[in-house]
């Protein structure tokens, strides 16, 4: 049984969105106009985040089974995944874990994982004190100082109601709860994907904002590692282009997802046999 919360909304075929740190299932809802009437998106809180529960033995590993969980529950042998930052690095996860249950991948600001097990280690420390804000000085202080990274300048220019509705649910959190994500889910807690990127068989776009220039040549590395893969860099958006170009954003992956597959060879290999 899944102990994931989520919201569920539109119609058509299955798209799982994960949402980065710091969100919850409806960081997805600006774009419903976009995407309702094509996908039906189910789009679950990650632990520890908005109404999904976390324990202290609560692993990255542990959220790809909720996730297996919550689509078994919801009757969804195959869906297609989008995921943004810390959603990404799950939804990549996902879709090693269990390549079947994954059609097509997208990746939004993703990063594989830290190859060095010393960078792991230093990224753990750096989390755990970040983790320390949010329990000693509290969620809002703790919001303050992660707004003002530089990794979201870009969000300063996004719609004032958009930036409010982006702080409420930062506000919305459970403080210990969304400390313990922060140790569980840390890039530093995440094994490294680098080696197995050339495994996948699924087909993936990787998602990048031009101002965005660490993720970008992240993904550019990504690209050169992964069978079946797209790009597509948004001009003049930073590191959420899902928040930042929400249009660009909805007709590159709807186009992506939409575009027909074959799924099988031109010539049937019988009837290829009987051929000269």
């Not at 790809?64 to 690095?89: F, K, N």
């Not at 190859?115 to 000693?136: H, Q, S």
């Not at 919001?143 to 719609?159: C, M, N, Q």
Request: with cysteine; aromatic share 6%; charged share 25%.
């Amino acid at each position: 049984m899944s102990l994931l919360a989520h919201v569920s909304w539109g119609d058509g075929s299955p798209l799982l969105l994960l949402h980065g740190f710091t969100g919850n299932g409806e960081a997805w809802s600006h774009l419903r106009p976009a995407l309702g009437g094509r996908f039906r998106v189910l789009a679950p809180d990650l632990p520890g985040h908005g109404d999904s529960p976390i324990t202290p033995d609560t692993t990255f590993k542990g959220a790809v089974d909720q996730l297996l969980a919550l689509l078994d529950a919801q009757g969804m042998e195959r869906v297609d995944v989008a995921g943004y930052s810390l959603g990404a690095r799950v939804a990549l996860a996902l879709c090693l874990r269990a390549p079947e249950r994954v059609g097509r991948l997208v990746l939004e600001s993703g990063n594989p994982g830290l190859r060095r097990r010393r960078d792991r280690g230093e990224r753990r420390r750096e989390d755990d004190a970040m983790a320390e804000v949010i329990e000693r000085d509290g969620l809002e202080a703790f919001v303050r100082r992660w707004e003002a990274l530089s990794l979201f300048d870009g969000l300063r220019s996004v719609p004032m109601d958009l930036r409010l509705r982006l702080r409420e649910r930062r506000l919305s959190h459970r403080p210990e709860a969304l400390a313990t994500a922060l140790r569980a889910l840390s890039l530093g807690a995440q094994p490294s994907y680098w080696a197995r990127l050339w495994t996948m068989r699924a087909p993936t776009l990787l998602l990048t904002g031009e101002r965005d220039t660490k993720f970008t040549g992240i993904a550019r590395a990504m690209a050169a590692e992964i069978p079946l893969v797209w790009g597509h860099v948004f001009p003049g958006a930073g590191h959420a282009p899902h928040l930042e170009s929400p249009e660009e954003w909805a007709r590159e992956v709807t186009s992506f997802l939409s575009a027909p597959w074959i799924e099988r060879p031109l010539v049937d290999s019988e009837l290829g046999s009987n051929q000269g």
